[in-house]
């Protein structure tokens, strides 16, 4: 809308190209969802919905310079920022009141400071925990600010939808609706025992949030010393709602955790992913290699059968991260696998040379995989910018 202010007033969603397979609404303005236009709905059924729906390309440019600009201003208020999506962040003012103020002072600042200097609004949640904020910046979209405190957020923040709560997708919604909870304060009243009946370990997760019962922190950013471990992770422009869409980013990380081991000079005995769906949920698992590498497809097959074997798609994924763990020196002799080619994974190793230069004479872009480009908005990530890199750190503890 900043770059085109005539679509004011009119429906308006970002959306891929009908003819190609992400043929879907990425997301929808205020006006949009009012006529029943839902972000993932196909582009046909939207304009069924609405036939007078605007439907504009994606613009990944975009999304990162301000998503950098707002980290810009975020990060003169705390060094403990934590990304949630592209245009989403947890931030942890706690130790910034003495010099900034207390919380409502610094989302009043940021809220003017970002529509003065980026021309844009955001809306802001304050809270003693991060569910709780998180609602709380969805309460007065798209520009407001709102406060729940440990006085009032059962008057204000219980009478909402459980389904706002994360974690509650539709089908758990859907069970919530069979037995009656209809609203957060409902879930927060409800027998933890019934919930972890109906839910395992994810009833008692739904009970503690409800209640406002979480301690996670907020995870600031930063490497870790690269003699541990050398590892990316990337939260996606959009959410990964299939194989195809997790193994274009999983070649973005690959390449990108595999050039940086090279540069250092060390190959790697583990690879371990980490995943975080769209509900918040996190998890890692790890696999040994047969020997040590710092081949790209190497990393990404190891990488991407670990996710084949563990995730099961109940939702859809916001975040992925790779690392290379067990490091060990690149020029150390290892001893020979008998079922594995050394001529072809020369030849590997001379191609992931070729590509290194290529892209620091000529930039990252200047050479890709032919197949990321089945999707265009994923084939724009470069996962060795700041932009899009964050530390795989960052999802540790969730």
Not at 349 to 362: G, N, S, T, Y
Request: net charge neutral; charged share 25%; aromatic share 10%.
């Amino acid at each position: 809308m900043l770059y085109h202010p005539e679509y004011a007033g009119h429906p308006l969603t970002v959306g891929g190209d009908p003819e190609a397979r992400h043929g879907i609404i990425l997301t929808a303005n205020y006006t949009a969802k009012k006529k029943g236009v839902k972000t993932g709905m196909a582009l046909w059924q939207a304009k069924m919905a609405c036939p007078d729906l605007i439907i504009v390309p994606p613009r990944m440019d975009l999304y990162l310079k301000f998503s950098s600009m707002l980290r810009e201003i975020y990060g003169e208020y705390t060094d403990l920022v934590e990304p949630y999506g592209c245009d989403e962040a947890w931030l942890d003012v706690t130790d910034s009141a003495i010099l900034k103020g207390d919380g409502r002072k610094i989302a009043e600042e940021i809220s003017w400071r970002v529509k003065k200097e980026l021309g844009i609004t955001v809306s802001i949640g304050i809270s003693w925990n991060k569910i709780f904020a998180k609602l709380g910046s969805d309460y007065k979209k798209p520009d407001g600010i709102t406060a729940f405190s440990k006085g009032n957020y059962k008057e204000l923040l219980w009478r909402l939808p459980a389904a706002d709560l994360l974690y509650v997708g539709r089908s758990t919604r859907k069970t919530l609706d069979r037995y009656g909870i209809k609203t957060i304060g409902e879930l927060a009243l409800s027998d933890p025992e019934f919930l972890e009946r109906l839910f395992g370990k994810m009833g008692l997760v739904l009970y503690s949030f409800a209640n406002g019962w979480d301690d996670s922190p907020v995870s600031s950013q930063g490497y870790e010393a690269p003699m541990k471990s050398i590892g990316n992770s990337t939260t996606t422009p959009r959410d990964l709602v299939n194989n195809l869409d997790v193994q274009i980013v999983l070649m973005a990380l690959s390449e990108s955790v595999a050039a940086r081991l090279r540069k250092h000079g060390f190959k790697c005995k583990v690879v371990s992913i980490t995943i975080r769906d769209s509900g918040l949920f996190s998890f890692s698992r790890q696999k040994k290699l047969e020997c040590p590498t710092d081949i790209t497809n190497e990393i990404m097959a190891a990488a991407n059968a670990l996710f084949i074997e563990h995730y099961n798609w109940q939702h859809p994924i916001r975040s992925l991260g790779i690392r290379a763990e067990k490091l060990v020196l690149a020029d150390i002799p290892v001893q020979l696998d008998l079922f594995i080619s050394e001529e072809q994974r020369e030849k590997q190793e001379k191609m992931d040379q070729a590509v290194d230069e290529i892209r620091r004479r000529f930039g990252y872009f200047s050479i890709q995989k032919a197949f990321v480009y089945q999707d265009k908005a994923l084939a724009s990530l470069d996962a060795q910018s700041s932009h899009t890199v964050h530390p795989v750190g960052y999802f540790n503890g969730r």
